[in-house]
């Protein structure tokens, strides 16, 4: 097991996203437990506003124009984030198409590539859209970081931030995911 990070001198930024729009998303939980675990000096915001980015059209991200609001503010999140978690579920061994939306609204912006990207899996079972996802990030020049990846054990449970916390599986796992990345972090 990896040795504990201290606290980080520096601010680091990491924005968190959830590829699932569902009012109890063991996604966006495991997010929210890991936004808790954070130490002094790293801020990690949860992004909520996935369902509010219009379907990706390339007409409407010309270079000389201007965006949708909700395409603007999201990508400059990217763009000031030091690196970016996901979680996403996955739907018939896919990935969910709000999440592939907002992935596609950042293939064109110069915000995402040479991002630092980890991923945690809430359900050990979904491993077809975990590996769309790592193509998918490849191919936008995202720096993944499978030392980081974290897997959790939430497959068919209803859960909240606290429990996952609770869990000291999830808690650990998601503990050693954040050393991990602010290590990388701190050596950038």
């Known amino acids: 097991m990896a040795e504990p990070v201290p606290s980080a001198?520096?601010?680091?930024?990491?924005?968190?996203?959830?590829?699932?729009?569902?009012r109890a998303s063991i996604n966006t939980?495991?997010?929210e437990a890991l936004a808790r675990l954070a130490p002094e000096g790293v801020d990690v915001l949860v992004y909520r506003d996935l369902a509010r980015l219009p379907p990706f059209t390339p007409d409407d991200d010309r270079e000389d124009e201007p965006k949708p609001e909700p395409v603007e503010a999201f990508r400059q999140l990217v763009g000031a984030s030091d690196a970016i978690v996901i979680a996403a579920p996955e739907y018939a061994h896919g990935l969910p198409g709000a999440l592939k939306n907002a992935?596609?609204?950042?293939?064109?912006?110069e915000t995402f590539a040479g991002k630092r990207v980890v991923l945690?899996?809430?359900?050990?079972?979904a491993f077809h859209a975990q590996a769309d996802l790592r193509e998918i990030l490849s191919t936008m020049a995202a720096r993944l970081m499978p030392e980081a990846f974290a897997t959790?054990?939430?497959t068919g449970r209803t859960v909240t931030a606290a429990d996952v916390l609770k869990d000291p599986?999830?808690?650990?796992?998601?503990?050693?995911l954040l050393d991990a990345l602010i290590r990388a972090l701190q050596e950038a």
């Open 152 to 154: 959790l054990p939430l």
């Open 169 to 176: 599986t999830c808690a650990r796992r998601l503990k050693e």
């Open 103 to 109: 992935l596609d609204w950042l293939v064109a912006s």
């Open 9 to 22: 001198k520096a601010s680091f930024r990491v924005l968190a996203i959830s590829g699932s729009l569902r």
């Open 29 to 31: 939980a495991a997010l």
């Open 120 to 125: 945690v899996n809430a359900s050990p079972r």
